[in-house]
């Protein structure tokens, strides 16, 4: 199993940025794509944005030109750089496998972003 550390969150202000990171335990964690997720109080989970193992990004129409998704597999790790940040993008943020696997690695516990002036 692999378990992901995020980090990054915090408090920024409408339109600001953030780059989240993302640490995996175990190397296998290369053979797989990732994606990021959030969860916002009341709502359900979201997928916002998925990289192939071998680097090919995908996104969601409400994140594509704002947040950008990389991996960085020589150190196990996984990115997202958000900009022009909304209050509706105000959530728990996690990163886990890609969703066409079906299932899940452990969910680690996620970092927070609140967006608010």
């Known amino acids: 199993q692999v378990q992901f550390v995020e980090s990054g969150g915090g408090l920024v202000q409408p339109g600001g940025s953030l780059r989240l990171s993302c640490a995996a335990s175990?190397?296998?964690?290369?053979?797989?794509?990732v994606g990021w997720y959030r969860q916002a109080p009341g709502k359900q989970g979201e997928l916002l944005a998925q990289?192939?193992?071998?680097?090919?990004?995908d996104y969601v129409d409400s994140v594509k030109g704002r947040f950008t998704i990389s991996r960085d597999n020589a150190k196990n790790m996984a990115y997202l750089q958000m900009n022009s940040l909304k209050p509706e993008d105000t959530a728990v943020y996690y990163c886990?496998?890609?969703?066409?696997?079906?299932?899940?690695?452990?969910w680690g516990q996620g970092t927070q972003v609140t967006v608010s002036s």
């Open positions: 886990n496998k890609g969703r066409k696997y079906g299932s899940y690695f452990p």
């Open positions: 175990d190397r296998i964690f290369r053979t797989y794509d």
């Open positions: 990289i192939t193992y071998d680097g090919r990004p």
